[in-house]
């Protein structure tokens, strides 16, 4: 029995889920993980409510995929990641984060050329449509997001 006032699951939470909508500090958004080779060019990309964690979403975004090199943001250091990246024979350079207790080891130089994926996301700002998130359902916005990605330049 539930008490007046007190959440309870119901309809709208399972159709946010479905549609990849999470509640965030600005309310509801959505994330967007994508991976993409050293031109920019995109090779996966997952969606997530605005909610979630990147870290468990990283292991997901890197399965299939041969790399010589992983760069990754912060919010994706975690020892789970940086095991799956050395069992695909490649080299993480991965920004720790602040409160990692073992530090571990990151290569400026290399680190530097994570702005591809910066500028890839840019361009896909630029989009209004995908800027703006017209799209209720996910499927419909992963197909937009794709769309987008193809169109921009490689860097």
């Not at 720790?96 to 500028?119: G, L, Q, S, T, V």
């Not at 937009?144 to 169109?151: C, G, H, I, Q, V």
Request: glycine share 8%; hydrophobic share 40%.
């Amino acid at each position: 029995m539930l008490r007046r006032g007190a959440v309870r699951p119901g309809k709208k939470d399972a159709a946010d889920e479905r549609r990849c909508l999470g509640r965030s500090r600005g309310g509801l958004t959505t994330k967007v993980h994508a991976a993409v080779d050293g031109r920019g060019r995109i090779l996966k990309l997952i969606l997530t409510p605005g909610h979630a964690g990147d870290a468990p979403v990283g292991e997901k975004l890197l399965e299939g995929l041969c790399a010589n090199h992983v760069l990754a943001d912060a919010a994706y250091d975690s020892d789970a990641i940086r095991l799956r990246v050395k069992r695909m024979w490649a080299q993480a350079c991965i920004k720790p984060k602040a409160n990692r207790k073992a530090r571990k080891r990151c290569i400026k130089e290399r680190y530097r050329h994570r702005n591809i994926i910066e500028r890839f996301f840019g361009a896909l700002n630029r989009f209004r449509r995908v800027a703006t998130r017209y799209e209720k359902k996910s499927i419909n916005f992963a197909g937009f997001l794709w769309l987008a990605s193809l169109l921009t330049k490689p860097f």
